[in-house]
């Protein structure tokens, strides 16, 4: 479905702008979701969970770094143990190793954990994507609708002021222009009004990012 969406999308676009562009058709739909992505708040939470429960698997899975132990004996004592020509050097190098299965335990816990987070994660991008493709149409639909909206206002001026005319030359009766003027005002209304719901439309949109 999102594919439809985001194909139909690009078709309505006719450009490439910023993201405070006033014109919704200079963006597509794949900008306005990148967009979005980064700003969203519950996606940046949900991303920055994730990566932490990340990290924590990692750590889990890898195994404990050794630990390396030096001493000196007979160090500094009198006559022939002064100095270091007595000294006793021990080195040691001990490496842990978790038994009973508590490693394999701790290994299926952090996995159960990175997958609950990714499955969250993506939960969240899905809702994020579903509902700035719904806005976005909703943007696209209007601005088409006011520039429809722009197209029957000319085009009811432009019959209005040939009416005058034909008026002014007795060519038509005067209740002609009388109706023209109904009809260019109603259009006028209706280019205000689909200017008013672009504006809205846009600004939920935008509201995203």
């Known amino acids: 479905m999102f594919k439809n969406l985001y194909m139909l999308g690009l078709c309505l676009s006719l450009g490439i702008a910023t993201a405070q562009a006033e014109d919704i058709k200079s963006i597509t739909l794949s900008q306005a979701f990148k967009l979005a992505e980064q700003n969203a708040p519950e996606l940046l939470s949900a991303k920055a969970k994730l990566q932490i429960i990340m990290g924590e698997a990692e750590e889990v899975s890898a195994f404990q770094n050794p630990e390396f132990d030096f001493g000196i004996e007979n160090f500094g004592g009198p006559g022939a143990l002064s100095g270091t020509s007595g000294a006793e050097y021990t080195y040691a190098i001990s490496q842990g190793v978790e038994i009973g299965g508590k490693r394999g335990a701790k290994k299926r816990s952090a996995h159960a954990n990175l997958q609950a987070a990714e499955e969250e994660y993506q939960a969240s991008r899905l809702a994020l994507e579903e509902r700035v493709t719904v806005a976005y149409m909703q943007a696209v639909s209007s601005e088409r609708e006011l520039a429809l909206s722009k ?59």
């Not at 206002?153 to 007795?170: G, Q, W």
């Not at 109603?186 to 809205?200: H, P």
């Open 151 to 209: 197209e029957q206002e000319s085009l009811a001026e432009a019959v209005l002021k040939d009416v005058t005319k034909r008026v002014k030359a007795a060519r038509v009766p005067e209740i002609q222009k009388k109706k023209a003027e109904v009809a260019f005002a109603t259009a006028q209304l209706k280019r205000q009004e689909a200017e008013r719901e672009a504006s809205i439309k846009r600004g939920e949109l935008s509201r995203y990012w």
